[in-house]
């Protein structure tokens, strides 16, 4: 049968009716998206292979559990979230190497190296952010969730969605108007003759 | 409305998110305050680069493993059930077939683990003990036809484990019955009812283990397929001077005592 055809629902009904390849199609449709959010969460490759396992088969059990009320992607996200979230209280805080643990997304000929510099150090202040606010802009501005969808994802009101996401922005726009005013000082101490500086 | 008030309403009208009255106010207010210009030019800056991240996508490997963990979980031996039928993940340990033939070999294992200098780097890279073989051949004779024979068509990933683990320090759960009836860490009452719920042992902690300090106390085992291989799936505590419970841990030793696996 071909189950790349069927929308969300129906796998899930037909997994629960007892064809589990339902469910494996399901996770092929969901498993990079959930890797992605678990990477972005824990800020390591293999940390968040082991999350996207351990998720998915947290799915297994309580996929059953999904009324239909939200999108499935949203419920989804939601359990994701919170077992991330449940991963990072469990582990010790150290300081994450970003630009070590980041994989490789492979040749970007279109920008230039400059233009990577600056999503790096975005990528990097994005793991310094609490977990909350990471999440929020993760949700918005990567993934391109809806207020209200993120709203129901965090179980937060949407109040809080807007103020979170306004904050997190704020720190990262913060941050890179440091990094550019370093990089502007930088080049103003090379490119000035000695003899013109102080 | 003043500049404060206008940043705090920026972020959403990038979204367009705001009410109209509210989104008007921002651009009568942006049309006078070049710094509130530059702040909203900022804002947008930001939600383009986040933008423009590239995703991320699991290895093929990776997603091969993902495929094998759900495949094995959905096979005939797993087959789904309703939520509320399911066994919880720690009572897998509370099969009749616990000995002191698993018990041997796999905290014998673990042991030499948590005495391990090299402790955090990972297990799989790490030499490990060999079991004596007297404990080997009593394990096969377990397995190939001993009376506690056990149900071995069920398989076990690390994900499982880290799982397992998980689940085991959430609910510190009553100790399982053994065959008597009688529960196997009868002692737990005692414990501590907050474990630690950090999972790694750190090495210091290795060093006061090593220092006959702290004990290790085997809740349960099981045989299960990990990794291509059987394995004993073993849950235990770790206890310190004072017989209190310091935290859960879950191990996968092969049937020669070699540590493959311990829960992160």
């Known amino acids: 049968m071909a189950y790349d055809v069927l929308n969300d629902r129906e796998l899930i009904d037909k997994y629960l009716a007892g064809e589990t390849a339902a469910f494996s199609e399901l996770v092929k449709r969901h498993q990079n998206p959930i890797y992605s959010l678990a990477f972005r969460v824990v800020g390591r490759a293999e940390e968040a292979e082991d999350l996207t396992q351990e998720i998915f088969i947290r799915l297994l059990d309580k996929v059953s559990m999904w009324r239909g009320e939200a999108k499935f992607s949203t419920w989804l996200y939601r359990l994701a979230l919170n077992h991330c979230r449940d991963h990072l209280r469990r582990r010790r805080p150290e300081t994450v190497e970003v630009n070590e643990s980041l994989p490789s997304t492979g040749p970007d000929p279109a920008k230039g190296a400059e233009t990577r510099e600056v999503r790096q150090f975005i990528e990097a202040a994005m793991m310094e952010l609490p977990i909350d606010f990471r999440a929020v802009i993760y949700l918005r501005d990567y993934a391109g969730f809806s207020y209200n969808e993120i709203a129901s994802i965090l179980e937060i009101e949407l109040g809080t969605v807007k103020s979170r996401l306004a904050r997190a922005r704020s720190s990262l726009a913060g941050a890179l108007g440091a990094l550019r005013g370093a990089s502007r000082s930088d080049r103003e101490q090379i490119d000035t003759p000695g003899h013109l500086r102080g | ?264």
């Not at chain 2, 990794?227 to 419970?245: L, T, Y």
Request: aromatic share 4%.
């Open chain 2, 1 to 264: 409305m003043k500049c404060k008030n206008i940043r705090e309403l920026l972020s959403t009208y990038i979204d367009d998110e705001l009410s109209q009255a509210d989104a008007r106010a921002v651009e009568k207010h942006l049309r006078d305050c070049a710094a509130c210009a530059e702040a909203l030019t900022n804002l947008n800056q930001v939600v383009d680069i986040v933008a423009d991240i590239p995703p991320v996508t699991m290895s093929e490997a990776s997603a091969q493993r993902l495929e094998a963990a759900i495949e094995a979980r959905l096979s005939p031996a797993n087959k789904p059930m309703k939520t509320e039928e399911k066994t919880p993940w720690w009572k897998w340990f509370a099969t009749p077939a616990f000995g002191a033939i698993a018990a041997s070999a796999a905290v014998l294992a673990i042991a030499v683990v948590l005495t391990s200098p090299s402790l955090k780097t990972n297990v799989q890279q790490r030499e490990m003990l060999s079991a004596p073989s007297a404990v080997e051949e009593k394990a096969a004779e377990t397995e190939m036809g001993g009376t506690e024979r056990m149900e071995r068509s069920a398989s076990i990933t690390r994900a499982e484990i880290n799982l397992l683990a998980e689940e085991l320090s959430n609910q510190n759960p009553p100790a399982p019955k053994s065959d008597d009836g009688k529960t196997k860490n009868s002692d737990k009452t005692q414990a501590d009812p907050e474990p630690d719920q950090s999972n790694q042992i750190g090495a210091d902690e290795a060093a006061t283990i090593a220092a006959g300090k702290k004990q290790i106390k085997l809740i349960s085992s099981t045989i299960n397929t990990f990794e291509g291989q059987e394995a004993w799936i073993v849950a235990f505590e770790v206890r310190d001077a004072g017989n209190k419970i310091r935290r859960f841990q879950v191990a996968a030793v092969s049937l020669s005592g070699r540590l493959l696996y311990l829960a992160n």
